[in-house]
């Protein structure tokens, strides 16, 4: 594809539950960048990869997020027994290197947590 | 502390009137400030950026000053119009790896 997709656009989930948001990064891109956009925190960064290792995870608020990337391309955040706090749009973006310049963002997942 | 400090919360610019976003940092070891655009219900966009090697980038009508002293940068959207109408974000990084953003700026320009 021509951009960064992200699926689902929406999810909808009921606290305690597990979700999978997924990022398919823009092709030949070996950077991606997971962030989070809420009212209350605005956007922070999560975790990046460069291929399929993650160097910082420093942004990770709990240790019931995690993510993974698989053959340089596709990324899944995880969150494990979600809370209402974890309610936000999820963000991905993607760059040709890390420290590579322009990331190009995706559309984001919204994530409503009830 | 790793933080970007982004003023004004919002902003009313007549059209064809300058509109001025400020950002400051804290931390010296940043060195790439990129300006991103971001429309309802879309992922942010870059709109233009700049290293602390320069004082002043000018694309278009988009134009960032960058005081490295200071540690301030400012975005400068000349003749602004309708369409230009979003939330504007500065960010800050080390080595062009992950952003620190700032909080926004809803922009609205009027007809």
């Known amino acids: ?114 | 502390q790793q933080q970007v400090k982004q003023s004004p919360q919002s902003l009313i610019v007549q059209k064809g009137g300058i509109s001025i976003i400020n950002c400051a940092y804290e931390n010296t070891a940043f060195d790439y400030f990129p300006w991103y655009q971001q429309f309802p219900g879309k992922g942010p966009a870059l709109l233009i950026a700049i290293r602390p090697d320069v004082s002043e980038k000018k694309e278009g009508r988009f134009t960032i000053s960058f005081n490295k002293s200071a540690k301030q940068f400012s975005l400068h959207i000349m003749d602004s119009q309708p369409g230009d109408s979003a939330t504007y974000f500065c960010a800050a990084s080390r080595s062009a790896r992950q952003l620190t953003f700032g909080s926004g700026t809803q922009l609205t320009v009027l007809p």
């Open chain 1, 1 to 114: 594809g021509a951009g960064v997709s992200q699926s689902p656009s929406n999810k909808v989930t009921e606290k305690g539950k597990d979700v999978e948001l997924r990022c398919d990064p823009i092709s030949g891109h070996t950077a991606l960048y997971w962030y989070r956009q809420s009212l209350g925190q605005g956007l922070e960064f999560l975790i990046y990869f460069q291929g399929n290792s993650a160097p910082d995870k420093s942004g990770l608020p709990s240790d019931r997020f995690s993510a993974e990337r698989t053959g340089g391309s596709v990324s899944t955040l995880t969150i494990q027994r979600t809370q209402q706090e974890d309610s936000a749009v999820y963000l991905c973006a993607s760059s040709f290197l890390a420290g590579g310049g322009q990331q190009y963002f995706g559309p984001g997942t919204r994530l409503t947590v009830t």
